[in-house]
């Protein structure tokens, strides 16, 4: 859980693999399902994003296009998919381009003069104007009205160094860059690496924060820990969910702290994942297991892979397949299939015989498998795959739009 938090902000889809490497599933275990809050347009849909001769545009859930493809999309790294067992890669569309507190993250061509150097993450609007454009080489998701960005500091290109910060919705830094490392606000505290060791901020306190813009690599000062609400003692973090979060002095034991820092779960498993629907991965002895936020638990760690809760369904993996596990620990959807997406909207996308369909809770086939990838339905809407194309059906398995890239 190296800097987990971190890792999250890149939100990672959840893609199963027949075979998943372990440190790969820590990721998407931890990341988990991404709900994403769809804007609405002027007539009070929500807005999916599609993708059109590769180019980024948004249409309503009956196919409209209500904003015209004109942005570089945001992709996520590139996935494995496998289709009548040959690899074929594909491209998903970042879960940021999906509307988040009325905006969504585009990417647009970096002028210098006349000459295009390269691209940069910018946000715009339902309405599809540009709100700002990101100058930073790296910027986390919105939370609090603020979102975490990394700025390199220095003299030159060569003796640079990262430091990190937040930036408002108008692209406005709110604090000089005086982290080694920050995350994004749950339930108004963030995770923030000074010096070695990891603490948590107030939302409130950064308004406090002296900023600096211009300040160089020999003239960073020592950030003042005193404004820290939990002291920068810990070697790892998670984000807090339902008043606790994971935490570790070591990296080599994991426990659950409350707001205040203090130990509500002694430090007992390898790893903790931060929690979805009050429920937390934990991993012990090359085995996954699951807690409450009390500790208490639900399954104790005997699972081959275990996935992130959402509606009250997990994937997980036991003997090499992958079934649906409820709160209770009772499974569900029994362990069978060659692969199984998040639960989501009543459906659960599957994989059988290198193809990709959808099944409801008791396991019957709603839209057979015949798509190369199938992601989860997001309202009334699912983006599959045919090749390295990707479209949107509806949940009769319908398209709505059909493939294209």
Known sequence: MDRLTGLLQSRYRTISLTVVPAAFMLIIAAAGAVTANLATSDSGEALYPYLERGKLGFMDPAGKTQIKPKYLPVVNSRKQAISRGNGIVIETIDDNSYFRDGMARIRIPKKWWIFTVGHQDAYIDRMGYEVFVSEYPWLGNFSDGVAPYKRRVGDNEIFTHNFYGYVDKEGEEICGAQFEWCGAFHEGLAPVLVGEGYGFIKRETLDRLQFDRFVKLDSVAPFDQSLLHIPARFSDVSEFNGGVAPASIDRRSYGLIDTSGAWVVQPAYQLITHFSDGI??????????????????????????????????APVVLNGRYGMIDSEGEMRVPAKYEALGTYSEGLIAFREDYEWGYINVSGDVVI???????????????????????GYIDRKGDWVRRPSR
């Open 280 to 313: 937390a991965a934990v991993y012990r002895d090359h085995k996954y297991g699951f807690i409450r936020l009390n500790g208490d638990v639900i399954v104790e760690p005997s699972l081959d892979y275990a996935f992130a809760f959402n509606n009250g369904l």
């Open 368 to 390: 057979p498998a015949r798509f190369t990838y199938a992601d989860q339905f997001y309202g009334d809407l699912a983006q599959v795959w045919i090749d390295d194309e990707m």
